[in-house]
């Protein structure tokens, strides 16, 4: 019924930038928070940032300064704004959205298929 579909991943030299875009799309009534995630091979998956329908916003302690995220609610689609990239960011990047489904009560979260996001000279 909801899908979450991510894109502007790839391969970035460091200190280069890449902006990822995550769209919703299906029987959406509301979004409420949304978010990126993002795991290393080995690592856990951690918060990377995270903002929610008013736009309020919180970052992992590792990319604030560098990282900018932001949404659209008109287009149900969440950005990422990456800067000076290094490689210790290298990970799959996940976008995730607090949704509540039309004609549903509550709302639950859905998660992208992933985007890889490589940084190396």
């Known amino acids: 019924q909801v899908q979450l579909v991510e894109s502007g991943g790839g391969l970035v030299q460091p200190g280069g930038s890449l902006r990822l875009s995550c769209a919703a799309s299906g029987s959406i009534f509301s979004i409420y928070g949304m978010g990126w995630y993002r795991q290393a091979p080995g690592k856990q998956r951690e918060l990377v940032a995270g903002?929610?329908?008013?736009?309020?916003?919180n970052y992992g302690d590792s990319v604030k300064g560098r990282f900018t995220i932001s949404r659209d609610n008109a287009k149900n689609t969440v950005y990422l704004q990456m800067n000076s990239l290094k490689p210790e960011d290298t990970a799959v990047y996940y976008c995730?959205?607090?949704?509540?489904?039309?004609?549903?009560?509550?709302?639950?979260?859905?998660w992208g298929q992933g985007t890889q996001v490589t940084v190396s000279s």
């Open positions: 903002v929610t329908h008013g736009g309020s916003t």
């Open positions: 995730s959205a607090a949704i509540q489904v039309a004609g549903n009560f509550g709302a639950y979260d859905y």
